[in-house]
T-cell receptor, first 112, second 115 residues
Framework: GENVEQHPSTLSVQEGDSAVIKCTYS??????FPWYKQELGKRPQLIID?????GEKKDQRIAVTLNKTAKHFSLHITETQPEDSAVYFC???????????FGSGTRLSIRP | DAGVIQSPRHEVTEMGQEVTLRCKPI?????LFWYRQTMMRGLELLIY????????DSGMPEDRFSAKMPNASFSTLKIQPSEPRDSAVYFC?????????????FGPGTRLTVT
């Protein structure tokens, strides 16, 4: 089955700088990669997703890149703001079991 | 739309007691998912239903856990008997289709503490 690894587990960046979170997956047939943001005490919420037929997707300050050959994908947040502080989860869809496997999460802190 | 509704929001119980968590998915969604979140194990999928039918329960930890979806608007996750290691936040989520086809919407979660 699918296995998703996420790095780093914690990340601290200066407000205004960029943050990058990286994930790798094991199932070469996986075709859907969502990213979720979970603020403290809140529920996970989808912030962006990418399918295997594209290499990059952007939504304002957030972008996701996908390298199918290397089986890794990354979340990029530019011009970080205090409200970006949260735990971010990457995920990949296990093609054989039709379910999503989550990474272990990255706690992002934005320093003022 | 009220979103996914879960109850109770917090549950404190003693070891050995039965615990029932409830979920009402978003109206019109035909897939429902139960997750468990802990610091040690992260976010784990326990079971998911499509059109009220359990599709994959491979994430259910053991026989003490059971889930039902008697109709399109209601699901329960039951733990009997409960143990301290079951303490976690349990999320219910729903979507218009199977995972990967459409966005999942999470409920607010139930924080379970077993003493």
């Amino acid at each position: 089955g699918e296995n998703v690894e996420q790095h780093p587990s914690t990340l601290s960046v200066q407000e205004g700088d960029s943050a990058v979170i990286k994930c790798t997956y094991s199932d070469s047939a996986s075709n859907y990669f969502p990213w979720y943001k979970q603020e403290l005490g809140k529920r996970p919420q989808l912030i962006i997703d990418i399918r295997s037929n594209v290499g990059e997707k952007k939504d304002q300050r957030i972008a996701v890149t996908l390298n199918k050959t290397a089986k890794h994908f990354s979340l990029h947040i530019t011009e970080t703001q205090p409200e970006d502080s949260a735990v971010y989860f990457c995920a990949a869809r296990d093609s054989s079991a039709s379910k999503i496997i989550f990474g272990s999460g990255t706690r992002l802190s934005i320093r003022p | 739309d009220a979103g996914v509704i879960q109850s109770p929001r917090h549950e404190v119980t003693e070891m050995g007691q039965e615990v029932t968590l409830r979920c009402k998915p978003i109206s019109g969604h035909n897939s429902l998912f139960w997750y468990r979140q802990t610091m040690m194990r992260g976010l784990e999928l326990l079971i998911y239903f499509n059109n009220n039918v359990p599709i994959d329960d491979s994430g259910m930890p053991e026989d003490r856990f059971s889930a039902k979806m008697p109709n399109a608007s209601f699901s329960t996750l039951k733990i009997q008997p409960s143990e301290p290691r079951d303490s976690a936040v349990y999320f219910c989520a729903s979507s218009l289709g199977p995972q990967g086809i459409s966005e999942q919407y999470f409920g607010p979660g139930t924080r379970l503490t077993v003493t």
